[in-house]
């Protein structure tokens, strides 16, 4: 009896290993072969490889936490900006109620800005930086435009009643967020740090040289380094940082002559009293005779037509005359409070653009506090930082109210870990 096997069979014939053409003309199907997919099939784009689809995130409730800080700060705000500014805008508007019911319009609008800007989602701003980095560059080259810009004290900042470098601090903290979010590597090359991070900075430097605008080109420039250094910046970048500041500061002590007389009227506001040191001498004074617990809501003096811009740069002078040092550290823990909710919304953000931007929002308001209270105080020399939630602005109030509605829209895709721990 014949065998079966291939051995001893000799019509039997083993298949080849190798598959068969597609177009043979009769037998099995052809096996699939296990050779590498040559990858000029995916480059002409036969089979192209789906697109991953962003994970879509639940959002939950806002971080309480920040919502009423700014709540509790907007109150004791107009509160305190009705006490320093019923004098003067009597004594210039004939109304006594004249600067506190329009900021209260602005606050009005701002809380209802917030509200909404809370529900949209934050990552829409990466889509339209580009739009909003050349709107706030249009508004500051017309500012400088004699004849469109107002001027006032000697200072173009003014377009149509809202200074356009409010808008240049919301941009940078858009633009530099996105752009460390989109290439995390750009941060630790000097060559990628200059182009476009130093280009921005240099060109918003540029236009408010022209107002001038010292105090916009400090914070600018601050919540620039701060979100670069959230991003991965090199600490050593410090070095040459710090010398470029340095220098700047020299630069702008040699080219501008108000800048040259704030610093010598800063080390002694009492030489000058009647012209350049009338501002620092009287909020020093108007601290002092706060004492513990103040003069009592209202009743201060140095708003009485001695401490210039009461309402406005040197508000927190009259709050200290009048609230005491009691009410001036309440005010300092509330916004300390509301800073360290902020830095903890960028802590837990979902992903590396919502915490830039969370970073951003609340560094921008950490040194322009810190600017206004060491100004009041006299630790720095006199610049025109107002005081968020406090000094006398609508366009200002509005951003920051802005800004903040952001924040809280940021805290409501926290992850879970940062909820849990409330």
């Known amino acids: 009896m014949a065998s079966t096997t291939g051995k001893t069979n000799p019509q039997y014939r083993p298949a080849s290993r190798r598959p068969m053409p597609r177009n043979a003309p009769s037998g099995k199907p052809a096996r699939p072969s296990r050779e590498p997919v040559p990858q000029e099939r995916y480059r002409t784009g036969t089979a192209k490889p789906k697109r991953r689809r962003m994970r879509s995130m639940k959002a939950h409730i806002w971080d309480t936490g920040v919502f009423f800080s700014v709540l509790l700060l907007l109150i004791t705000g107009l509160i305190a900006l009705f006490s320093a500014s019923y004098t003067n805008a009597m004594f210039y508007k004939g109304s006594a109620t004249y600067f506190i ?13 917030m509200i909404a800007l809370s529900k949209f989602p934050y990552r829409m701003y990466a889509g339209i930086h580009n739009i909003i980095m050349w709107i706030s560059v249009a508004l500051l080259i017309l500012v400088a435009i004699p004849g469109i810009g107002t001027s006032i004290n000697n200072a173009r900042r003014w377009l149509f009643g809202f200074q356009p470098s409010e808008i240049a601090k919301l941009t940078v903290i858009i633009c530099f967020s996105y752009w460390v979010a989109r290439d995390p590597k750009s941060v630790r090359s000097v060559k990628t740090m ?48 710090l010398g470029l500041g340095a220098g700047a500061v020299a630069v702008f002590y040699v080219a501008f002559p108000h800048v040259r007389t704030r610093f010598e009227v800063w080390l002694n506001p009492f030489s000058d009293m009647a012209d350049k040191g009338l501002q620092g001498s009287m909020s020093q004074i108007a601290i002092g ?18 401490l210039p811009e009461p309402h406005n740069d040197f508000i927190f002078a009259t709050w200290c005359e009048e609230m005491g040092l009691i009410g001036a550290l309440l005010v300092i823990l509330l916004f300390a409070y509301l800073i360290y909710r902020g830095f903890r919304v960028a802590r837990y953000a979902p992903d590396k653009f919502g915490s830039l931007l969370a970073t951003g929002i609340t560094a921008k308001l950490a040194i322009q506090t810190l600017m206004n209270l060491f100004v009041v105080t006299g630790i720095m020399p006199v610049t025109g930082a107002a005081l968020p939630f406090f000094s006398y602005g609508g366009t200002a109030l509005l951003l920051q109210l802005g800004e903040m509605g952001i924040l809280l829209n940021i805290s409501r895709y926290m992850r879970i870990d940062g909820r849990n721990q409330d």
Do not use: D
């Not at 019911?101 to 209802?112: N, P, S, Y």
């Not at 001038?212 to 991003?231: F, K, N, Q, Y």
């Open 194 to 241: 200059v182009q476009p991070y130093g280009l921005l900075l240099a060109m918003y430097i540029g236009l408010l040289y022209l107002e001038p605008h010292t105090s916009a080109m400090v914070i600018i420039c601050g919540i620039g380094v701060i979100i670069l250094l959230a991003g991965g910046m090199r600490l050593w970048y410090f070095a040459p940082i």
């Open 101 to 113: 019911m329009r900021q209260g319009i602005f606050a009005a609008i701002g809380l209802a800005a």
């Open 289 to 306: 005779s706060g004492g513990l617990l103040g003069r009592g809501l209202g009743n201060g003096l140095q708003k009485q037509l001695y």
